[in-house]
């Protein structure tokens, strides 16, 4: 817990009193708190341990500010703060964000209007109600109009790809100007998230109002939002907002590791500093005032008495303890991978013909690939019946037959219905090399339902991949409301395999199940879903999301060389 979240508290506290209209001093005595501990340069949670008293000779800090500063370090949280928040309307918090906007502005809205969140308040403006408020007018109103743009815009998440390939053309953007020395991206695009929000890049080099300057002038560049000597931001022609910081040389492994996160992995790393006798802050370990080290990560991480850890696994969970007992995972890497089993041809939905599909298999140096194309649903469609596999069966053996170099598989997606029923006969999926299952249907089933509906569908004989097994398409549709744990448990039970789904929109199983999954000694395939061979592309996301769920070579099927042994074990 460190003195900006403290802070943070404490001004919050203070809007929410001035937003409900509460005696000015009380207010400004939490805004001047927390602007006074927001820089302030010693550690408030050990002044605490050490001796709460020693609050009081802060300057601006008095005594019912000093309990409630003892009350969040040592219980996590302040009850003055959670009973404000139980009585508040949190959305009206969520205004105060958008620029030129502060609590008086929030309260006169509310108590005006009744705007309550962000859409009621675009609405008013719109519609010119803005304009007609004390101290507002049109051109108050078309201001906070376009801060209201700016702060979606802002606020939007981005699948991992759009904020890889940005991230990736600024990085060799920077890497051309002679000013810098080194640059890397950070934040939540380095541990590998599926979605972003924006994107931290670290530089060192030594002419600092020349980088920024080189920065601003990117052609990608449609706003700077903020320009200074060690940081700037602005705003990507995506939509994506970056924020460019410049640290010394000395200090860039502590900054990488403090900006690559997450808060979690930072704040555990802040405690087991403490315990061995340092500070840690991103700008380096310090024993006492003498920094020890900061250069690189390594040497970070080595100096805590730890190996170095890979960036997809820091997020607190169980990372250190494992790091403790020398049983840190060697992750997966996507040269481990050896073939895709699920990819879509013209026999369904996808665009492509087997042979064409095979061909680039064969060049992308696969062993064996599986053709799994959709069921009767998509089939249909198409005016195909059930039996129409039985023909795609007999075109897939006769190129395996003639294809030395690569083992085509057949195989199907078939869906789950409703009941559980998985929609191929058994005769039919008896003939199949691979079955993978999937809900592509009743979305909305009661939890209770749409567990059972799945579980049943494990227990079919022929399944042996779980497809998409959430069912989430990232910013688009949440995950079904499944009981993840006892479908992982069955799995494990029946000895059945999760997919991977390396689809950007889908990359599910999410990052917690695939660790819980692995824990209980589940397998995994990671597939690309392809339509076109060119979404093979795509694995190297499944493998970014193996990677999180700290999976290792051994626990993917389609690692091994012999893909139909490893599914007999």
Not at 84 to 91: A, P, R, S, T, V
Not at 391 to 396: D, L, N, P, T
Request: net charge positive.
């Amino acid at each position: 817990m460190d003195n900006k979240f403290i802070a943070n508290i404490l001004r919050e506290i203070g809007e929410i009193l001035e937003i409900q209209g509460e005696n000015r001093f009380k207010i400004l005595s939490y805004n001047r708190a927390a602007d006074i501990l927001e820089n302030y340069p010693y550690d408030l949670e050990e002044i605490v341990e050490r001796d709460p008293k020693l609050l009081l000779e802060i300057p601006g800090i008095g005594d019912s500010i000093a309990e409630k500063i003892e009350e969040l370090v040592l219980r996590g949280e302040i009850k003055f703060h959670q009973q404000l928040l139980k009585k508040f309307n949190h959305k009206l918090l969520e205004l105060l964000n958008i620029r030129g906007i502060g609590p008086k502005k929030v309260r006169l809205f509310s108590v005006q209007l009744g705007i309550e969140d962000i859409e009621q308040l675009e609405a008013a403006a719109k519609s010119g109600a803005l304009a007609t408020l004390p101290k507002m007018g049109k051109k108050s109103e078309s201001e906070i109009l376009e801060a209201i743009n700016e702060y979606k815009q802002h606020k939007l998440r981005y699948l991992l790809p759009y904020g890889l390939q940005t991230a990736e053309k600024y990085i060799a953007y920077l890497s051309k100007s002679p000013d810098i020395k080194k640059v890397e991206y950070a934040g939540s695009l380095r541990r590998r998230k599926e979605t972003v929000g924006d994107i931290d890049i670290l530089t060192t080099g030594k002419n600092k109002n020349k980088i920024m300057d080189y920065l601003c002038s990117f052609p990608g560049v449609t706003k700077v939002l903020a320009k200074g000597s060690t940081k700037s931001s602005v705003l990507d022609e995506t939509g994506i907002q970056i924020d460019l910081r410049i640290v010394e040389s000395d200090e860039y492994g502590s900054a990488l590791q403090y900006f690559t996160g997450c808060k979690d992995h930072n704040v555990a790393m802040r405690e087991i500093a403490k315990k061995r006798g340092y500070k840690i802050s991103e700008y380096g370990v310090f024993k006492k005032e003498k920094k020890v080290a900061g250069k690189t990560e390594e040497e970070v991480y080595k100096i805590m008495g730890y190996p170095y850890i890979e960036p997809e696994l820091r997020e607190n969970r169980g990372e250190f303890e494992a790091a403790r007992a020398g049983k840190l995972p060697k992750l997966i890497e996507y040269k481990d991978l050896k073939g895709d089993l699920h990819m879509h041809s013209v026999w369904s939905d996808g665009s492509q013909s087997i042979i064409e599909i095979v061909k680039q298999a064969k060049k992308l140096g696969f062993k064996y690939i599986a053709i799994s194309d959709h069921s009767q649903s998509l089939r249909v469609a198409k005016g195909l019946d059930e039996n129409s596999i039985l023909v795609q069966i007999e075109e897939i053996q006769r190129l395996r037959e003639k294809e030395k170099d690569i083992l085509i598989l057949t195989g199907a997606e078939v869906d789950i219905l409703e009941n559980g029923d998985l929609d191929f006969s058994n005769k039919i999926l008896s003939k199949l090399d691979i079955v993978i299952g999937s809900v592509h249907s009743k979305f909305r089933l009661p939890r209770d339902e749409q567990t059972k509906r799945v579980i049943k569908a494990l227990n079919n004989p022929y399944l042996k991949i779980l497809g998409h097994p959430s069912g989430r398409l990232l910013l688009k549709r949440e995950p079904l409301q499944l009981d993840m744990e006892a479908i992982i448990k069955e799995a494990a039970k029946n000895k059945k395999i999760l997919e991977i789904n390396s689809n950007p929109q889908r990359l599910d199983l999410n990052d917690y199940y695939i660790k819980m999954a692995k824990d209980m000694n589940v397998k995994f395939a990671i597939n690309s879903d392809s339509h076109h061979t060119d979404q093979f592309a795509y694995l190297k996301f499944g493998i970014f999301q193996a990677r999180r769920g700290w999976l290792e070579k051994t626990d993917v099927i389609n690692t091994s060389n012999d893909i139909l042994k490893a599914f007999k074990t």
